[in-house]
Nanobody
């Protein structure tokens, strides 16, 4: 099993920044990729960014150039740096991992509010 704990969400003004963290524990050697997704009110769950075990990254078009996914392997933590936040970025952000050989685990999410 893999346990994931997200943190770093909160209230920020439009144009502001937040740095989300996803700390993993357990069978981390099985992690093939770590993703950040978000659930925006009234919309389906949306994949925002991915980082693979090899360090490759991918972003949803609307966040390219504003969000950066990174990791600290020594801390077993993946980060999502969010700059230039817009009201439409507000929602609950979830970290999940895709396991080598199949399976996935999800964190409980951290809320992001973008409002003046």
């Amino acid at each position: 099993q893999v346990q994931l704990v997200e943190s770093g969400g909160g209230l920020v003004q439009p144009g502001g920044s937040l740095n989300l963290s996803c700390a993993a524990s357990g069978s981390i050697y099985r992690i093939g990729a770590t993703n950040w997704s978000r659930r925006i009110p009234g919309k389906q769950l949306e994949l925002v960014a991915t980082i693979t075990s090899g360090g490759n990254t991918n972003y949803e078009d609307s966040v390219k150039g504003r969000f950066t996914i990174s990791r600290d392997t020594a801390k077993n933590t993946v980060y999502l740096r969010m700059n230039g936040l817009k009201p439409e970025d507000a929602g609950v952000y979830y970290c999940n991992v895709d396991l080598l050989g199949g399976g996935e685990y999800w964190g409980k999410g951290t809320p992001v509010t973008v409002s003046s």
